[in-house]
């Protein structure tokens, strides 16, 4: 790691070295409690991941699992809070773009699963992600749909489906940007794993350019995601893609005196899947993983 106060390094970008297939099993969640919604059942100063913007609990769920420690929740939506709980996770009503470090003294991992696209502006992205690196003491892991091909796509017709949700998808950040952010806010290692990748306009998460906005997922299995119909869509061209087209992008920034490997359970090109996640301290015996 580069201390703040050094001379930038280049920013590391991997994209593969540290990525591989694996198969583990479910960890267990906290019990739902009930308790005030600003109110969390596990003491600040034992939350090891906070899953920011948890929604209704499904990524917090997912996380615990793949980072092999319990987890907490924070979403800004009494409602989504509410559903997280009777799922049976610690959850709790909060402003992500208010955190503070000292509220949460041993966070390891802070995790961002589909959630800066929808805050209103890249300046607050930057903002949460501050808040993130500080309290973080090894990873921040992000999970961001792609929006690097808008342009290229429409000039051939077609159209990613999540690109045009209206009022929704109000901060797309590309991955130039997230770099420039990270080494803005002293982090200068970094892992990238783009994943989904669609080949041609045949893969079901492209859309006719004139397709409706705002259209959702209509099936999902082993992680290959489902959009596209004829019949409510329309016919489109039938083009193979001239660079790569991916889903969306793992990002994880290394906060900590350490590496991290990433490690799915199927190729992430061929799959939309969240990756388990390896933590080496320097100079530490065995990895700590999720079991």
Same mark, same amino acid.
């Given at each position: 790691?580069?201390?703040?106060?050094?001379?930038?390094?280049?920013? #590391?970008?991997? $994209?593969?070295?540290?990525?591989? $297939?694996?198969?583990?099993?479910?960890? @267990? /969640?906290?019990?739902?409690?009930?308790?005030?919604?600003?109110?969390?059942?596990?003491? &600040?100063?034992?939350?090891?991941?906070?899953?920011?913007?948890?929604?209704?609990? #499904?990524?917090? /769920?997912?996380?615990?699992?793949?980072?092999?420690?319990?987890?907490?929740?924070?979403?800004? =939506?009494?409602?989504?809070?509410?559903?997280?709980?009777?799922?049976?996770?610690? @959850?709790?009503?909060?402003?992500? $773009? !208010?955190?503070?470090?000292?509220?949460?003294?041993?966070?390891?991992?802070?995790?961002?699963?589909?959630?800066?696209?929808?805050?209103?502006?890249?300046?607050? /992205?930057?903002?949460?992600?501050?808040?993130?690196?500080?309290?973080?003491?090894?990873?921040?892991?992000?999970? &961001?749909?792609?929006?690097? =091909?808008?342009?290229?796509?429409?000039?051939?017709?077609?159209?990613?489906?999540?690109?045009?949700?209206?009022?929704?998808?109000?901060?797309?950040?590309?991955? &130039?940007?997230?770099? @420039?952010?990270?080494?803005?806010?002293?982090?200068?290692?970094?892992?990238?794993?783009? /994943?989904? !990748?669609?080949?041609? $306009?045949?893969?079901?998460?492209?859309?006719?350019?004139?397709?409706?906005?705002?259209?959702?997922?209509?099936?999902?299995?082993?992680?290959?995601?489902?959009?596209?119909?004829?019949?409510?869509?329309?016919?489109?061209?039938?083009?193979?893609?001239?660079?790569?087209?991916?889903?969306?992008?793992?990002?994880?920034?290394?906060?900590?005196?350490?590496?991290?490997?990433? #490690?799915?359970? =199927?190729?992430?090109?061929?799959?939309?899947? #969240?990756?388990?996640?390896?933590?080496?301290?320097?100079?530490?015996?065995?990895?700590?993983?999720?079991?």
């Amino acid at each position: 790691m580069v201390a703040p106060e050094a001379a930038p390094a280049p920013i #590391r970008v991997q $994209t593969s070295p540290n990525v591989s $297939t694996l198969d583990g099993p479910d960890s @267990a /969640v906290p019990p739902p409690m009930d308790r005030p919604l600003d109110q969390l059942v596990t003491p &600040h100063d034992e939350v090891r991941l906070i899953d920011l913007g948890c929604g209704a609990g #499904r990524s917090l /769920v997912s996380a615990a699992r793949r980072f092999g420690v319990p987890g907490v929740g924070i979403d800004l =939506d009494p409602r989504k809070v509410r559903k997280a709980r009777k799922a049976g996770t610690d @959850a709790m009503v909060g402003d992500i $773009t !208010l955190l503070d470090p000292d509220e949460f003294a041993g966070v390891h991992y802070v995790n961002l699963d589909n959630v800066l696209e929808h805050l209103p502006s890249l300046d607050v /992205v930057e903002q949460v992600l501050a808040g993130a690196v500080t309290l973080a003491d090894r990873l921040v892991c992000i999970r &961001h749909p792609s929006f690097e =091909d808008e342009d290229y796509l429409a000039s051939l017709g077609v159209k990613q489906y999540w690109t045009d949700w209206p009022g929704e998808h109000t901060a797309k950040v590309r991955v &130039h940007e997230f770099v @420039a952010m990270a080494n803005r806010l002293g982090v200068y290692q970094m892992l990238v794993q783009p /994943v989904g !990748l669609a080949p041609d $306009t045949d893969d079901p998460t492209i859309l006719p350019l004139d397709a409706p906005s705002g259209q959702r997922r209509i099936g999902e299995r082993a992680g290959a995601v489902s959009v596209y119909d004829p019949d409510r869509h329309g016919p489109k061209p039938d083009v193979t893609f001239a660079r790569p087209v991916y889903f969306a992008f793992d990002i994880v920034l290394v906060v900590g005196a350490g590496s991290v490997e990433l #490690r799915y359970r =199927d190729d992430p090109e061929a799959t939309s899947q #969240r990756p388990f996640v390896t933590w080496r301290a320097p100079g530490a015996g065995p990895a700590i993983t999720a079991p």
